[in-house]
C-alpha cells in the first residue's frame, strides 16, 4: 500500500469516527430533550407551571376570587374524576384543572386530587349516593366535612345564544363551589310546632347524626334562618296560615314558599284522619304534584306486619328515577330492608314534570303498595277498590343558573307512622331509618354565588385578506428552509477553503 493510499484511507477513518461522534452526540441530545421534556411535564403538572398567554389573562386566577377567599379557614378537597395527565389533554379539562392546582398553590386549606372514576369508582360512591348525580371523567367534585358538590365541566364556561363558549368563568364556579360548601357545616334543620305536631326522637337523632342542627319553629311569628336547609312537618293536626293570615308575616305557606324557593328541602307527613282539615296546607302540595287521597287509607293482608292488614310492607319502584335513587344504597346487602308504612292514604301524582316558568318541577314515587292492596273507605269501612298504590313521594325542582342547576325538593307521604321510633330507633329490622338518612342528604341544598365576571376568551378572527394570508404562510413556510440551507452552504464553503 503506497502512502497515499494509507492517507486516504486514515482521511475516511478520521471521518467515519467524526460521522459516529457526531451521529452519538445527535442521539444523546434527543434523549436528553426527551428527559427533560418528561421531567418538566411532571413538574408543570404538578406545580402548575403554566403561563396564561391570554390579553384578559382569562385562566388566572383573579383577585376578586382571592378576595372572596382570603378569610377562608375550613379545610376543603376538590377531587377530579380523571388522572392529572387525562386532565392536562383533555380540552375542556386542562383550564379548569389548572385553576384549582393554583387555588391549591394560593391556599394551603385547599386541596386537589385526581381519582379516576373507571378505575376506582369506590371513591365517588359516597358523592353519587349523596346527590344522584352521575360522575364522569370530566366531573369535579367538593367537599367540605358531610358537604360535597358535584359538577360538570360545562358550568365553569359561559355559552352564548347560539349555544357556543364564548367566556370562561372558572374562578367564579370554583369560589362558588367552595362557599356553598363551606357557608354552614351544621346546617339547621326545623320541626314546626304550634299545628298540634307529633314528636320523633328518631327522626331527631338521624338528623344529629347526618349533621343538623335540629330546632323548632312557629312560622307564625318566627322567621327562617339563613342557614336552615330542612323543614319537617309531622303530622299537624291543625291548618297553616294562608292568605288568611293577619299579617304578611304571619302567611306560614309564603314562608315555606319562599323557603323553597331559595333552595331548602320540605318533608311532610300527614295522617289520614287529620288530612281534610289541611286546606291551605295540601293546595301547597298539589302545586309540587302531590295529592292525598284523605278519605280511604291502604290496607294488604298480604303483605302485612300487624294482624289488621294496615302495616303494609312497601315495594320499592322497579323503576330507575330519582325516587328510587334515595335507596340504591340498599340494593348492596344481600336482601333488601323491609319498610313500613301504618295506615296509610294513597297519594295521586297529579304530573310527572311541569314547566313554572324559569324552573321545572318533577314528581317521582319513592315507595309503593304491592298490587295486592286493598283500598279501603274511612267513612264506611268497606273496600272501594284493589291496585298498587304510590304511598310516598319526592318532588323536585329544577332550576338553571349560570349554567348550573340547583334544586329544591318535597318529599311527603301520607301517613304519621312512617317515622314512629317503633321503626326508627327500636328496632334495626326495617330500611325506615335508611329511607330518611338518605332523603335528608338529598333534601336541603343551599348556595350562595360569588359576584364574579365571566371573562371573555380573545377574539382570535382573522381580519387579513387572502393575499396576506397566502403571503404569510409562504414566508412562515420558506424562512426556516432557507435558514438552515443558508447556514449549511455557508459552514460547506469555509470547510473547503479551511
Known amino acids: ?167 370562561y368563568s372558572g374562578d367564579y364556579r370554583f369560589v362558588s363551589c367552595i362557599m356553598r360548601v363551606t357557608q354552614n357545616e351544621t346546617p339547621i334543620a326545623y320541626f314546626t310546632t304550634v299545628h298540634s305536631e307529633d314528636s320523633s326522637s328518631g327522626m331527631e337523632q338521624i338528623l344529629t347524626d347526618s349533621g343538623f342542627e335540629v330546632r323548632q319553629i312557629n312560622l307564625r311569628t318566627e322567621e327562617i334562618d339563613d342557614d336552615a336547609r330542612l323543614i319537617i312537618i309531622n303530622n299537624p293536626k291543625n291548618d297553616f296560615l294562608g292568605i288568611e293570615a293577619e299579617s304578611e308575616s304571619g302567611n306560614e305557606i309564603k314562608k315555606l314558599d319562599d323557603f323553597l324557593d331559595g333552595l331548602g328541602g320540605l318533608i311532610v307527613f300527614e295522617d289520614p284522619e287529620y288530612s281534610a282539615r289541611l286546606t291551605n296546607l295540601n293546595e301547597f302540595l298539589e302545586e309540587w304534584g302531590i295529592s292525598f287521597r284523605n278519605d280511604c287509607t291502604v290496607k294488604d293482608p298480604s303483605h302485612s306486619m300487624s294482624v289488621d292488614g294496615y302495616s303494609i310492607v312497601t315495594e320499592y319502584p322497579s323503576e330507575d328515577n330519582l325516587g328510587s335513587g334515595v335507596y340504591d344504597d340498599l340494593e348492596n346487602f344481600d336482601s333488601m330492608p323491609q319498610t313500613i308504612i301504618r295506615k296509610a292514604m294513597p297519594i295521586d301524582i297529579l304530573w310527572s314534570d311541569r314547566s313554572t316558568g324559569s324552573s321545572w318541577r318533577y314528581v317521582y314515587p319513592m315507595l309503593l303498595s304491592y298490587d295486592s292492596a286493598e283500598l279501603i273507605d274511612n267513612h264506611t269501612n268497606t273496600v272501594k277498590e284493589h291496585g298498587q298504590y304510590t304511598l310516598m313521594t319526592l318532588s323536585r325542582e329544577s332550576r338553571v343558573i349560570d349554567n348550573d342547576h340547583y334544586y329544591s325538593y318535597v318529599m311527603a307521604a301520607g301517613t304519621s307512622n312512617f317515622a314512629n321510633d317503633k321503626y326508627l330507633i327500636n328496632s334495626n329490622a326495617y330500611g325506615n331509618s335508611d329511607i330518611l338518612r338518605q332523603s335528608m342528604k338529598y333534601i336541603g341544598r343551599n348556595g350562595i354565588l360569588a359576584d364574579i365576571p365571566p371573562r371573555p376568551f380573545d377574539d382570535t378572527t382573522s381580519t387579513a385578506t387572502t393575499l396576506q394570508a397566502r403571503n404569510y404562510t409562504v414566508c412562515v413556510t420558506l424562512i426556516l428552509p432557507v435558514i438552515i440551507t443558508v447556514c449549511g452552504v455557508v459552514m460547506i464553503v469555509r470547510r473547503r477553503h479551511s
Open 1 to 167: 500500500m503506497n502512502g497515499k493510499n494509507i492517507f486516504k484511507k486514515l482521511g475516511q477513518t478520521k471521518k467515519m469516527k467524526i460521522g459516529a461522534l457526531a451521529a452519538a452526540f445527535t442521539a444523546f441530545f434527543v434523549a436528553v430533550i426527551v428527559v427533560l421534556n418528561g421531567i418538566v411535564s411532571v413538574l408543570a403538572n404538578k406545580f402548575g407551571w403554566y403561563v396564561d398567554m391570554t390579553s384578559e389573562a382569562v385562566f388566572t386566577l383573579s383577585d376578586e376570587a382571592k378576595g372572596y377567599l382570603a378569610d377562608l379557614t375550613a379545610d376543603v378537597n376538590i377531587y377530579f374524576a380523571a388522572e392529572p395527565d387525562e386532565l392536562m389533554a383533555d380540552f375542556d379539562m386542562r383550564y379548569v384543572y389548572n385553576t384549582a392546582k393554583e387555588l391549591e398553590a394560593e391556599f394551603s386549606n385547599i386541596r386537589v386530587s385526581c381519582h379516576d372514576v373507571i378505575k376506582h369508582p369506590d371513591f365517588f360512591r359516597p358523592f353519587y349516593e349523596s346527590t344522584g348525580t352521575e360522575i364522569t371523567q370530566k366531573t369535579v367534585v367538593f367537599e367540605c366535612g358531610s358537604e360535597s358538590i358535584i359538577t360538570g365541566y360545562k358550568t365553569f364556561f359561559t355559552y352564548n345564544e347560539e349555544g357556543n363558549r364564548w367566556a
